[in-house]
C-alpha cells in the first residue's frame, strides 16, 4: 500500500462544534458521512474518521460550525504546567517558520480564569519551541493564518487541536447583505432538518429577513452542500493536504437542477426583499425560490400540505402589547390560512409565544447567539382549536 493511500485511511478523533440543541441532527448528519464512534457532548459532537471525513465533514455538514482535529491532550492546574506541555509538542512538523498561526481559546476551568491569557501562554510556548530549534519564531496572523490552533480547557483537562475549517462553517459565502441580527446560516438549516420537512412539499417563510432560511432550505432541497461556495478551508495550508482526495469529494456531488414544488419566501419590509433577493442571487438560487412582498396576513397557500419555518421579531422594536398582539394575530393567521401544514416558529419573547394560541405539539430550546429561544411546532389541522395558554 502507498504512502498516499495509508495517509487517506489513517484514522484519527475528530470534534464537530455546533449550537445548543442541534446535536441529534449534526449526529445524523455525521452518520451520513461515515463518521464512527459518534459521542455527543454540550455543543459539540467527538467522532472518529480519516483525512476523507475530515473533507467531507467541511463540505457537507449543514449544522457544523468547525471541524477540529485534536493533536496534545493534557492534565494541567499551572501556567507553568500549560506552558511545559505546549512546548514540549513538535510543532515544527505541523508547520513552518514561514508560516503564520492563530489561536483560540475555549477555558471553563477554577484553574485558569481568562482565555486571552491561556492564548498568550501557549504562543509563547509555541514561538519558544521554534527560538529554541532554530533560531527565530513564526508570526501571529488572527485573520488568515496557514494554521489556527483551539485550545480548550474544561476544569484540569487541556485539548489542543488544529481547526481544519478556517472561517466558521457557517459562513456560507452566498450572504452580501444583511438585515439587523440576522438569523445565522448553520442554525438556520438545523431549523429546518428539526422540522422534518420531507424536501419535497411546499416550504413557506412568512418573515424571511435577509433570506437565510429559504436559501438554506432550496440548498438541503437540491442536495447542494454547504461548502459550495467557500474556497479556502484551514486544512488547505497543512502540510498533508490531499489536494486530488478534495476534488473528488466534491466531484460525487449529485445536485438537483429543478424543484417540483415551490419554496416561498416573504417579508412586509422592501428593504428585506432587497436584502434577500441579492443573498438568493448570491447563492445562485434565484429560480427556486419565489420571493414576495407581503404582510403575513395577507398570505396563504393551496398546496394542501407543506412546512412554514419562521423567526418572527422578539421585540426590540415593539412594544409589549405590540408583540403580543402580533404573535396573536400570527395563530390566527396559521390556523385561517394554512390547514393542513405544520408551522414552526422560534423567539425568545415566551411571553409572546403564549398568544400565538394555538395548541403546540412540540417544543425544543435553542439559542440564536446569546438569546434562548424557544422553537415550537404547531400543526394546523382542519378545525385546529385556539387554546390560550397551552403555549407555555
Known amino acids: 500500500m502507498s504512502n498516499a493511500i495509508q495517509k487517506r485511511k489513517?484514522?484519527?478523533?475528530?470534534?464537530a462544534k455546533t449550537f445548543f440543541g442541534?446535536?441529534?441532527?449534526?449526529?445524523?448528519?455525521?452518520?451520513?458521512?461515515?463518521?464512527?464512534?459518534?459521542?455527543?457532548?454540550?455543543?459539540?459532537?467527538?467522532?472518529?474518521?480519516n483525512s476523507e471525513t475530515m473533507y467531507k465533514a467541511n463540505y457537507y455538514l449543514r449544522t457544523a460550525l468547525r471541524i477540529l482535529k485534536p493533536i496534545s491532550k493534557f492534565k494541567i492546574q499551572t501556567q507553568k504546567a500549560l506552558y511545559k506541555n505546549v512546548k514540549r509538542y513538535e510543532w515544527e512538523k505541523i508547520f513552518s517558520l514561514k508560516d503564520t498561526f492563530a489561536i483560540d481559546t475555549v477555558v471553563s476551568s477554577e484553574y485558569f480564569k481568562h482565555s486571552k491569557f491561556v492564548a498568550l501562554k501557549v504562543k509563547d510556548a509555541i514561538v519558544d519551541r521554534f527560538r529554541d530549534e532554530f533560531g527565530e519564531r513564526p508570526n501571529v496572523d488572527v485573520d488568515n493564518p496557514t494554521v489556527r490552533i483551539s485550545v480548550h480547557i474544561f476544569n484540569d483537562t487541556c485539548t489542543i487541536s488544529l481547526d481544519s475549517s478556517g472561517d466558521s462553517l457557517h459562513k456560507r459565502g452566498y450572504r452580501t447583505a444583511a438585515t439587523t441580527a440576522p438569523l445565522n446560516e448553520a442554525l438556520a438549516a438545523g431549523m429546518i432538518l428539526l422540522s422534518g420537512w420531507d424536501k419535497n412539499s411546499e416550504f413557506i417563510d412568512g418573515m424571511c429577513g435577509s433570506g437565510t432560511i429559504p436559501i438554506e432550505a432550496a440548498l438541503i432541497a437540491l442536495n447542494i452542500p454547504p461548502g459550495y461556495l467557500k474556497k479556502t478551508y484551514g486544512f488547505?495550508?497543512?502540510?498533508?493536504?490531499?489536494?486530488?482526495?478534495?476534488?473528488?469529494i466534491k466531484g460525487e456531488v449529485e445536485s438537483k437542477t429543478k424543484l417540483d414544488f415551490k419554496i416561498i419566501a416573504s417579508d412586509k419590509s422592501p428593504e428585506a426583499i432587497e436584502v434577500a433577493a441579492r443573498n438568493i442571487k448570491s447563492a445562485k438560487l434565484?429560480?427556486?425560490?419565489?420571493?414576495?412582498?407581503?404582510?403575513?396576513?395577507e398570505?396563504?397557500?393551496?398546496a394542501g400540505s407543506g412546512v412554514i419555518v419562521m423567526n418572527p421579531p422578539y421585540g426590540e422594536r415593539l412594544k409589549e402589547d405590540d408583540l403580543n398582539q402580533f404573535y396573536s394575530e400570527i395563530g390566527d393567521t396559521l390556523k385561517s390560512n394554512f390547514t393542513g401544514f405544520d408551522a414552526w416558529l422560534l423567539s425568545a419573547s415566551k411571553t409572546a409565544m403564549k398568544k400565538v394560541g394555538l395548541r403546540t405539539s412540540k417544543k425544543l430550546t435553542l439559542f440564536n447567539g446569546a438569546l434562548e429561544c424557544k422553537y415550537h411546532k404547531y400543526e394546523l389541522y382542519r378545525g385546529t382549536k385556539k387554546r390560550y395558554g397551552d403555549d407555555s
Not at 489513517?10 to 470534534?15: L, N, T, Y
Open 10 to 15: 489513517k484514522q484519527f478523533e475528530m470534534i
Open 22 to 49: 442541534l446535536e441529534e441532527i449534526l449526529a445524523a448528519e455525521l452518520r451520513a458521512i461515515g463518521a464512527k464512534n459518534i459521542i455527543k457532548h454540550n455543543r459539540a459532537l467527538s467522532f472518529i474518521g
Open 236 to 248: 488547505m495550508k497543512w502540510k498533508d493536504y490531499d489536494s486530488d482526495l478534495w476534488n473528488e
Open 286 to 297: 434565484l429560480k427556486h425560490i419565489i420571493l414576495e412582498k407581503k404582510y403575513f396576513d
Open 299 to 302: 398570505q396563504s397557500s393551496e
